[in-house]
């Protein structure tokens, strides 16, 4: 047996592996074996990414069933070490009734088995199977308490939202198929890249990919179902956003030629991506309750991963997919010490940036990054270079902060070595997976450009002119979300309806008189 097939072997064992221990909860949760198969798959993840390094294995050879491209090995790796984490923290979380621990942990591990599927396949229906599976296991971790009404509605819109995604994965794969007559992911890959443009039906194989995405990255309108899940206990509400919710990524990053040779899948992903991105990151600054701004937070992030394989800066998206999983994944499974966090930074008394605070802030920021861009010679897009430096000037504007006070030097300095490690971290990704020239070109970097500008207006007078009379009424309108989810579920209800459960309200009990004498 070749070493090849030794590879492709060890790439499959790791969601059998997670199947296969699902199984063994039967009688009792079996968290130990569940925390080994993980940490066994991160192992193989890393001995694979090794292997690969040294050519020992290769992902070049025609009609493999594993492994779309070296990304898929990269997150495949994080999907594990996630998966280890989160159930380590889920054996403590769940502790003390036996049923509801075999019943979590048994829908967890085949969750965790179908992202698994859908990373290591290179087969576009059975990737289609993956994503199936995933809807349907996930689907029993959010309604785990079936009495709660908001858990239970919101597992309900997830429901057809997924189908309704799934759909469009199907057709696009379908129609793949018929272009192309191969299953495989790779070929098609090189033959869209190879063919340097696209007929009719890959276009509209594309837009459906697209669309496909955005449903999955709970992008606006159809984003409710995403902030009313934190009813789910936490380490579902973290595997939700570390490790699922950003396949959507995944899946645009594994048919990145297909995507930058479509206008109308590019332009969907600006205009939907980037009005989600402003807008989310907006009303997360109106919330309170911190698992709520953690979920507005994973919409903006998504809608921005969208932005950045719109744009063809795929090696960006995919560092944007491994930092988003591991901070989500840190943050809603410490959420609990964050309430106390956030209070004291609430309760903090801040100084307001003055006006030479703003511009100061802003040329050292604008100045340090247009040096980087120019010394080192970087091609377009130049938006997110504009959103590093809006993040820098607003990182150096309030350096006299609510809890700490930093020196203008030290904010610099700070700078300076985020440039730094953001272009050694982005370059590094660079040798797994290649930026694509997309065709929007200057008017989508100019829309993306634009969208910044008025997020950092926004961000500005919400943070310090919210007294204002007329800031009240759009605080109000960006804390509703907009109405958008009131109008979406209405829809839901009316096509597809669904019995919610009834709640107990021990004030209207009524008990009959004669078992008041008992």
């Excluded at 809807?135 to 309900?156: C, D, E, G, K, W």
């Excluded at 409710?224 to 939700?240: D, H, R, Y």
Aim: glycine share 6%.
């Amino acid at each position: 047996m070749s070493l090849q097939w030794i590879g492709t072997l060890m790439a499959w064992f790791i969601p059998l592996s997670l199947f296969l221990a699902a199984i063994t909860n039967e009688r009792r949760a079996s968290w130990g074996l569940a925390r080994g198969v993980t940490l066994l798959g991160f192992m193989l993840a890393i001995f694979l990414g090794i292997a690969m390094s040294l050519g020992w294995i290769s992902l070049a050879a025609e009609g493999r069933w594993t492994l779309a491209s070296d990304a898929s090995l990269i997150i495949l790796g994080l999907v594990t070490f996630i998966g280890f984490i989160n159930i380590g923290y889920s054996r403590i979380y769940m502790s003390g009734n036996a049923e509801d621990e075999k019943r979590y942990l048994r829908w967890l591990l085949v969750t965790l088995g179908s992202v698994a599927i859908v990373i290591t396949t290179n087969h576009m229906l059975i990737l289609v199977f993956g994503w199936l599976a995933i809807t349907l296991s996930l689907h029993r971790l959010l309604i785990f308490y079936p009495n709660r009404q908001r858990a239970v509605l919101a597992a309900h819109k997830k429901y057809i939202f997924a189908r309704f995604a799934e759909a469009c994965l199907l057709g696009a794969v379908l129609i793949l198929y018929f272009e192309h007559g191969t299953w495989f992911i790779s070929d098609i890959y090189q033959n869209v890249k190879n063919a340097g443009q696209l007929n009719a039906w890959d276009q509209f194989a594309a837009l459906l990919l697209a669309l496909a995405a955005l449903v999955k990255c709970a992008q606006l309108p159809l984003h409710g179902w995403l902030i009313q899940v934190v009813e789910a206990p936490t380490p579902v509400s973290a595997l939700l956003h570390a490790g699922i919710i950003n396949l959507g990524g995944y899946l645009l990053i594994i048919f990145a030629p297909l995507i930058v040779m479509s206008d109308a899948a590019q332009w969907m992903l600006l205009i939907v991506g980037g009005i989600t991105t402003v807008l989310a990151a907006l009303v997360m600054m109106t919330r309170v309750s911190v698992k709520v701004r953690l979920a507005w937070s994973t919409m903006s992030q998504m809608g921005l991963m969208m932005v950045e394989c719109g744009l063809g800066l795929f090696e960006l998206a995919l560092l944007h997919l491994i930092a988003h999983s591991c901070y989500k994944a840190y943050a809603f499974l410490n959420s609990g010490s964050e309430v106390e966090s956030s209070m004291k930074r609430r309760l903090a008394q801040a100084e307001a940036p003055s006006a030479s605070d703003w511009w100061l802030a802003g040329l050292v920021s604008i100045g340090l990054v247009a040096a980087l861009v120019w010394g080192l010679d970087m091609p377009a897009p130049y938006s997110p270079w504009l959103l590093f430096a809006i993040a820098l000037t607003l990182l150096i504007a309030e350096r006299r902060g609510r809890l700490s006070v930093s020196a203008m030097a030290d904010m610099v300095i700070l700078g300076v070595f985020l440039l730094i490690v953001y272009i050694v971290q982005k370059s590094s990704l660079g040798l797994f997976i290649e930026n694509q020239t997309t065709s929007v070109g200057w008017l989508g970097d100019l829309w993306i450009a634009l969208l910044l500008v008025l997020f950092m207006a926004g961000y500005i007078f919400l943070r310090y002119y919210q007294n204002l009379p007329w800031m009240a009424k759009v605080r109000r309108v960006l804390y509703a979300g907009f109405y958008l989810d009131e109008l979406v579920t209405r829809l839901n209800l009316r096509i597809y309806p669904t019995r919610l459960p009834v709640r107990f309200k021990p004030k209207k009990l009524q008990i009959p008189k004669e078992e008041l004498y008992h």
